[in-house]
DNA sequence: GCAAGGTC
C-alpha cells in the first residue's frame, strides 16, 4: 500500500483525482481521504500543522514559573489534530511506501515531516519520498510524482527553530509584561516577533500626530474664466501674502497650454493583501478573511491565500468571463468580453495559486448580505483586470501674471472602461476651459487661501495590512489575525487605528529592555538564520542560544518594579478614560461616577455601590446612547434613546426622574 | 491562559 500526504483535505481530492482513475473518497472519524483500489494508494489531507510546539505541561502555571526556567525547558509537541492523527497512525500500519505531497514551502516540509514522524513510530522501515509542485494543475502533478525527491530535513529544521523562537520569545516577554503588572488572566498583555513591530508602528505613528505642529501658511489664486488657478509659492506669513495679491493687475497671460489623452491603468489581480486592503472598505480584514475562506469552501472563489499577482497561463480568463453573461453581471461581463482581455499583472508572481478570482456564478440570493459583498468584490475586481483600460483627458494651463507663474489643471474622463465595472473608486473629475497660448484674458477674481499644513494619518487596517507586506512582517496567512489580536488586547480601537495608553507602555516598555522584538529587523534576522540552516550552514543550537542569551540577558538586568509601574499607568490612564466615557457624570450624593447598570433592570448607578445606593431610572427599551450634551441643573449627560420606531430624547436621567416623579403624585 | 504559522 501506498500512503500520499497531502497539506489540506482539497488538495488531498485534487491529486486522488488526476493521478488515480478510480478512487473513492472514504471518511473514517470525520476525515475525508481518498482510496484507489487499483493502484493500492490512499491519499490523506491534513490541515496544516496537526501538531504544536509548546513547553511541558508543569510550566504553564505563569506565576509559580520563575521566567528564565523558561529558557532551559525542553520543547514537546502537542497533537491538535487527534482524528486526523488517529487516522494517519491506522494507515502507516498498512503502507510501505509514504509520499510527501504537502505544499511546496518552508512550512510544507515542516508539515510533511509532523505527520512523517507519526507513521514512522508506528512503521519504522517505511519508505519514504517528496514530490514538489506549485500549481495543483494535471501537468504539474504528474511531473512532479513522476520525479519524486528526498525530504530536505534542514528546510523543516528551519521552520522547526522558526517556531521555538517565536515561542520562547513570545512566551517569555508575555509573561514578564502580564506578570510585572499583575495582569494575568484574560486581560494579559502579549508581545511577539510580528505583533510588537506593528504595534510600534502604530504607536509611533500616533506620536507624531501628538508632536505635530501645524503650521499655517498662505495661497494666492486667481480666477479666469470660471476656474481658479494658483500661483506656485507659498507664503508664510499673511502679510507677505496680502502684498503679493495687491499687486496683481487685471490681466493674465497664457503662457503654456496643454491637452493629454492619458490611459489610466486598470487594478492588478488581488493577491491576499490587495484583497484585504480593498475589503476593508466594508468590514474588517479578519472578518473579510474568514467569508473569503467559506466562498472558497462552498466553490465560488479560487483560494483566498495567495501572494500572486499574476494569471497563470493555464487559467482560462475568458471563459470566466463569459460565465458571467446573463447573471447579475451581465452588463460588466459584456464589456469586458468586447475588448482585447489583456490581464493586468502586478508585480509578485508565484507558482503555488492564481490571484483570487471567482470559480462559479452566485445569485444575491443564495449568499449572505456579506458573503455577497465579498463575492461582488471580488467578481467586479477579476472583471476589472479584464477590462479595457480607462482614457483621461488632462489639461494643463500655465498663466503669467506681472512676472508671477499660476498653474491650473483640470481632468475629464473619457472612456470610463474598467471604471465602470470596478465601481468602488470614484473617478474624481475637474473640468477646465480651453486656452490659447499667447492670449490675454480678464482676471475675473483673486484672493489669498489660509491653509495649514496636516499631520500624518493614522494607519487603516487596510494600510496596516499593505505595510506589513512591505516590512515583511506576517505572512498572507497572518496578517490580519495579527491585526485582530492587536484589538482583543485592547492594544487598540477604531479604524483608523488608535494605540490606547497601555499600548504606549508596552511598546516603551520592550523598546527599554527588549527594542528588537519591536522592529521588523528581527523577522528579518530570523528568515537569514532559517536560510542558513536550510542550506546546512547553521545549526539550530547555535540560533536558539543567541536567542536563550540575549533574553537571559534582558531578564537579568530587567527592573520589574519600575516595567510594571509604567505598565500599570497605562493600564490605569485606559480604564480612567473609558470610565469617563462610559459614564453618565458626578454621583449628586457621594462624588463617584454615574454609569449604565443591568441588574435585572437596566438603571444608572453610581461606581461607588455598596457604599452609595444612588440610582436613577431608566427605560427598559431601546439602545442607550449617552451624548456629550451636558445637564445645566445637574451636570449629567444626556441620554437618547433608539428603539425600532425611532429615536426620542430621554434628556437629562435626573430632571427625567424629578418630572416623572411629579406627574406621579399629580395624578 | 503565552507566539506565529499552517488550515477550517
Known amino acids: 500500500m501506498w500512503l500520499i500526504i497531502a497539506e489540506k483535505d482539497k488538495t488531498a481530492r485534487r491529486i486522488a483525482q488526476i493521478l488515480f482513475r478510480d478512487f473513492k473518497r472514504l471518511n473514517r472519524y470525520g476525515v475525508n481521504y481518498y482510496f484507489s483500489p487499483s493502484n493500492r494508494a490512499y491519499v490523506l489531507g491534513l490541515k496544516g500543522h496537526i501538531v504544536e510546539v509548546d513547553f511541558p505541561p508543569e510550566y504553564n ?4 514559573t520563575p521566567l528564565k526556567s523558561l529558557l532551559r525547558a525542553k520543547f ?18 498498512e503502507v510501505e511506501r509514504v509520499t510527501i505531497a504537502t505544499d511546496y514551502d518552508r512550512e510544507g516540509e515542516l508539515i510533511g515531516v509532523e505527520a512523517l514522524k507519526i507513521i514512522r513510530k508506528v512503521n519504522p522501515n517505511v519508505k519514504v519520498d517528496r514530490v514538489r509542485f506549485s500549481a495543483i494543475t494535471p501537468a504539474d502533478i504528474r511531473r512532479a510524482f513522476e520525479n519524486p525527491v528526498a525530504i530536505d530535513y534542514n528546510l523543516a529544521k528551519s521552520a522547526e527553530v522558526r517556531q521555538k523562537i517565536d515561542l520562547i520569545w513570545g512566551a517569555v516577554l508575555t509573561r514578564l509584561l502580564s506578570l510585572s503588572a499583575g495582569k494575568v488572566g484574560k486581560d494579559f498583555l ?6 510588537s513591530p ?4 502604530i504607536v509611533e505613528r500616533e506620536k507624531q500626530i501628538r508632536e505635530f505642529k501645524s503650521k499655517k501658511f498662505w495661497e494666492i489664486y486667481v480666477k479666469v474664466r470660471g476656474i481658479e488657478a494658483k500661483l506656485d509659492k507659498r507664503f508664510e506669513s499673511k502679510e507677505e501674502a496680502q502684498k503679493v495679491l495687491a499687486s496683481i493687475g487685471d490681466f493674465a497671460k497664457v503662457t503654456k497650454f496643454e491637452k493629454k489623452v492619458v490611459e489610466e491603468n486598470k487594478p492588478i489581480p488581488f493577491n491576499t493583501t490587495e484583497f484585504l486592503k480593498e475589503a476593508s472598505r466594508f468590514m474588517s480584514p479578519d472578518k473579510a478573511m474568514r467569508i473569503a475562506e467559506e466562498l472558497y469552501m462552498s466553490g465560488y472563489i479560487s483560494y483566498p491565500r495567495t501572494d500572486n499577482t499574476v494569471y497563470p497561463r493555464t487559467l482560462n480568463l475568458r471563459r470566466l468571463a463569459e460565465m458571467f453573461v446573463g447573471t447579475d453581471f451581465d452588463r460588466e461581463a459584456k464589456i469586458v468580453l468586447a475588448g482585447d482581455m489583456v490581464p493586468s499583472k502586478g508585480r509578485r508572481e508565484t507558482k ?6 471567482p470559480t462559479a456564478v452566485a445569485s444575491k440570493e443564495e449568499l ?13 475586481r477579476f472583471l476589472s483586470t479584464l477590462a479595457p483600460k480607462a482614457i483621461w483627458e488632462i489639461r494643463r494651463v500655465e498663466l503669467s501674471v506681472n512676472g508671477l507663474t499660476f498653474r491650473a489643471s483640470g481632468k475629464r474622463l473619457i472612456e470610463r472602461g474598467w471604471r465602470s465595472i470596478y465601481t468602488y473608486v470614484q473617478a474624481e473629475e475637474n473640468v477646465i476651459p480651453e486656452f490659447k497660448i499667447g492670449e490675454t484674458i480678464k482676471i475675473e477674481a483673486k484672493r489669498i487661501a489660509e491653509k495649514k499644513t496636516k499631520p500624518p494619518q493614522r494607519y487603516t487596517t487596510g494600510r496596516l495590512i499593505k505595510l506589513m507586506e512591505k516590512l515583511g512582517l506576517g505572512t498572507k496567512s497572518t496578517r490580519h489575525e495579527i491585526i485582530k489580536k492587536l484589538y482583543s488586547r485592547k492594544y487598540v480601537y477604531g479604524n483608523p487605528l488608535k494605540p490606547t495608553n497601555t499600548a504606549f507602555a508596552v511598546i516603551e516598555a520592550l523598546k527599554r529592555n527588549a527594542e528588537l522584538i519591536t522592529l521588523p529587523d528581527m523577522t528579518a534576522k530570523l528568515e537569514e538564520d532559517m536560510d542558513s540552516i536550510a542550506e546546512g550552514k547553521l545549526d539550530e543550537k547555535t540560533v536558539l542560544l543567541k536567542s536563550v542569551r540575549f533574553l537571559d540577558k534582558i531578564l537579568s538586568d530587567i527592573n520589574t518594579d519600575e516595567l510594571g509601574k509604567s505598565l500599570r499607568e497605562g493600564i490605569e490612564e485606559d480604564r480612567r478614560k473609558k470610565l469617563e466615557k462610559n459614564s453618565i457624570g458626578r454621583c449628586p450624593k457621594c462624588g463617584g461616577m454615574l454609569v449604565v447598570k443591568k441588574f435585572e433592570k437596566r438603571f444608572v448607578g453610581c461606581t461607588n455601590y455598596p457604599k452609595c445606593d444612588f440610582t436613577l431610572p431608566l427605560p427598559q427599551k431601546g439602545r442607550i446612547y449617552i451624548t456629550s450634551k451636558v445637564c445645566e441643573k445637574h451636570g449629567l449627560k444626556k441620554i437618547k434613546i433608539r428603539t425600532k420606531d425611532g429615536t426620542w430624547d430621554l434628556g437629562c436621567p435626573y430632571c427625567n426622574y424629578l418630572s416623572w416623579k411629579e406627574k406621579k403624585n399629580v395624578t
Do not use: C, F, M
Not at 61 to 64: A, C, E, G, P, V
Not at 190 to 195: K, N
Not at 352 to 357: S, Y
Not at 368 to 380: A, C, G, M, N, T
Open 198 to 201: 506593528t504595534l510600534r508602528l
Open 76 to 93: 514537546v509537541w502537542r497533537v491538535k489534530e487527534k482524528n486526523i492523527v488517529k487516522l494517519l497512525v491506522e494507515l502507516a500500519k
Open 190 to 195: 502579549s508581545a511577539g516577533r510580528v505583533q
Open 368 to 380: 449572505s448580505k456579506d458573503e455577497w459583498i465579498i463575492y461582488e468584490l471580488v467578481v467586479r
Open 352 to 357: 503555488d495559486h492564481p490571484p483570487i478570482h
Open 61 to 64: 502555571d505563569w506565576r509559580r
